[in-house]
């Protein structure tokens, strides 16, 4: 009776190392493909920055992000300037044309 219960011990133990080992190599799969997938994606990244690069460089002569970012801002400049310009020009057309009417008028 007494080897019947170890028996029985031994054989639900078993039972639970292999469904345990189930589960491990079930994970071991999906982290295998996360893995796969993340390599995949980093190298599309990768990729996609190259041709970014590429593209900076045709365009702006440059690709470094610092480089970029202090061209941006000067052109950020000329447009508030050339905006500035522009909207004075504006004003004096109608300023102008305020002033031929009312001599229009007199």
């Known amino acids: 009776m007494k080897n019947?219960?170890?028996?029985?011990?031994?054989?639900?133990?078993?039972?639970?190392l292999e469904r345990e080992l189930a589960g491990l190599k079930a994970e071991y799969e999906r982290l295998r493909d996360e893995k796969v997938r993340a390599e995949q994606d980093l190298a599309n990244l990768k990729n996609q920055l190259a041709e970014l690069e590429q593209r900076a460089k045709a365009e702006y002569g440059m690709a470094d992000p610092e480089g970029l970012e202090k061209l941006l801002a000067e052109k950020r400049a000329e447009n508030e300037r050339l905006v500035t310009a522009y909207r004075e020009h504006i004003q004096g057309v109608k300023e102008g044309l305020d002033a031929v009417e009312k001599s229009f008028q007199e």
């Open 4 to 16: 019947q219960q170890n028996n029985a011990r031994e054989n639900g133990g078993d039972a639970a």
